[in-house]
């Protein structure tokens, strides 16, 4: 039988979602759970890779097993077993579902703006030095929005088979504090290279801070050295994974 | 020359603010830093005290030393000395401030309801595992507001020398959000009692929970067994301290 789960974790201590040597993973830590709870060895399938630091609220996966334990009570189980920084937030019975294949993903860029580091915040945010000016930044995000070759927002060593990807929104949420400013990036789209989101809201917040925009000369030439930097990984969280059929429509997946 | 700071940290890796025998404390990370920066020793004053894994957005001490560094300069010195768990968010020069001598404190315990463990909100919130009726939360609030004895709300081994307690406001805000539920008690008061804020929480959340409210009588006859448990100190967070006259009135406070 096949089964999906959403599973959220701190990306903090992981060496990113798929198995690897020389590193702790998200799927490693899943498979190890389910080993236990199910008495065999179990093949977890994510949606995508995240990268090392990256976090995810709702990242999505599926895996073949038999067993008497009925679906929506699998999550409870493989979480006993999860060390703390994992979670199993649902599943669910997914005869035909593949998690491979989502038709969208949400991102969010997490930065902020203040004095110094905060470190209630810096766990899951990245501090920026200078005041962007929101309204620019808002106004190039809309660039993305739409099928373009995203080559030049790629890390080397990518291994994709195409770089145009279909981004189909980037919002930019801004929200004062006492002590800081916060500034949420959503990103949504069909599909994203390797440290894509991360390049995207580099360049968005350098043309916060008055670079002229590079991305429609970088989309046209592929050229990196026109954009802004690539952020670091633990502002990024994988917010949601969207299908055409979801296995957990039907009320299976909890609060 | 007399100094204030405000300082912010992450209380999960301290043994509470004051210094003691065997567990790293946020005074101790602050002396020490200061004592890089100055050369000499210095004594840091808190407005108070807060428990082993309370955290704290702003904190407020104050402390002697002769120096040469601009007063609003002291912070980024300190911060080049401090653990990633401790920042000090503004620096001032403050003839005749007591740091212990605040006007109120507010303080913010977050809850959430979720159906597992969230790893993304777990280090600073606390999971409930009934979802609890908000407005009659709100309402036994109110019961705490006043000039009352909170004798019933403190833990044993207490030195204060009264347990009458005036409580300023009381306020319960809940958010929806896919994955959970999420509720921040604020409690302003002009002075707590040991675990005082923990324990209000506590009775709170029962009571949402359909315990009938055991406040009233608690307050006149200071029995503990009458309310509920005392919450978990990661959920709690220092907001902020007042005081009559503030040295970081005037612009001196960053953003």
Same mark, same amino acid.
């Given at each position: 039988?096949?089964?999906?789960?959403?599973?959220?974790?701190?990306?903090?201590?992981?060496?990113?979602? $798929? @198995? $690897?040597? *020389? /590193?702790?993973?998200?799927?490693?830590?899943?498979?190890?759970?389910?080993?236990?709870?199910?008495?065999?060895?179990?093949?977890?399938? !994510?949606?995508?890779?995240?990268?090392?630091?990256?976090?995810?609220? !709702?990242?999505?996966?599926?895996?073949? =097993?038999?067993?008497?334990?009925?679906?929506?009570? @699998?999550?409870?189980?493989?979480?006993?077993?999860?060390?703390?920084?994992?979670?199993?937030?649902?599943?669910?019975? /997914?005869?035909?579902?593949?998690?491979?294949?989502?038709? $969208?993903?949400?991102?969010? #860029?997490?930065?902020?703006?203040?004095?110094?580091?905060?470190?209630?915040?810096?766990?899951?945010?990245?501090?920026?030095?200078?005041?962007?000016?929101?309204?620019?930044?808002?106004?190039?995000?809309?660039?993305?929005?739409?099928?373009?070759? #995203?080559?030049?927002?790629? /890390?080397?060593?990518?291994?994709?088979?195409?770089?145009?990807?279909t981004v189909?929104?980037? *919002? =930019?949420?801004?929200?004062?504090?006492?002590?800081? @400013?916060?500034?949420?990036?959503? =990103?949504?789209?069909?599909?994203?290279?390797?440290?894509?989101? +991360?390049?995207?809201?580099?360049?968005?917040?350098?043309? !916060?801070?008055?670079?002229?925009?590079?991305?429609?000369?970088?989309?046209?030439?592929?050229? +990196?050295?026109?954009?802004g930097k690539?952020?670091?990984?633990?502002?990024?969280?994988?917010? *949601?994974?969207?299908?055409?059929?979801?296995?957990?429509?039907?009320?299976?997946?909890?609060?």
């Amino acid at each position: 039988m096949r089964y999906a789960l959403t599973v959220t974790y701190d990306g903090t201590q992981f060496g990113g979602w $798929q @198995i $690897q040597k *020389n /590193a702790r993973t998200v799927q490693e830590e899943l498979e190890k759970a389910a080993r236990t709870v199910f008495g065999c060895a179990v093949k977890m399938t !994510g949606s995508g890779r995240t990268d090392a630091g990256v976090h995810a609220e !709702g990242q999505v996966c599926h895996f073949d =097993v038999e067993t008497e334990i009925p679906a929506p009570k @699998i999550a409870a189980c493989l979480n006993l077993h999860l060390p703390d920084d994992v979670r199993v937030t649902a599943s669910a019975q /997914a005869e035909g579902f593949d998690a491979t294949k989502g038709k $969208q993903k949400t991102y969010r #860029y997490t930065f902020y703006y203040a004095t110094c580091e905060l470190p209630l915040l810096s766990r899951y945010a990245v501090r920026v030095r200078r005041f962007p000016d929101v309204t620019a930044m808002r106004e190039a995000a809309r660039l993305y929005e739409g099928r373009h070759d #995203y080559k030049a927002f790629c /890390a080397a060593g990518s291994s994709a088979k195409t770089s145009e990807r279909t981004v189909l929104n980037v *919002n =930019v949420v801004n929200t004062a504090y006492p002590d800081r @400013i916060q500034f949420d990036l959503f =990103v949504t789209g069909e599909g994203f290279l390797y440290n894509m989101v +991360r390049i995207m809201a580099g360049e968005l917040y350098e043309i !916060g801070c008055g670079k002229p925009s590079g991305i429609e000369e970088a989309f046209a030439t592929g050229r +990196r050295d026109l954009l802004g930097k690539t952020m670091p990984s633990k502002g990024l969280t994988l917010v *949601n994974v969207k299908y055409e059929r979801s296995p957990f429509d039907m009320g299976s997946e909890g609060v």
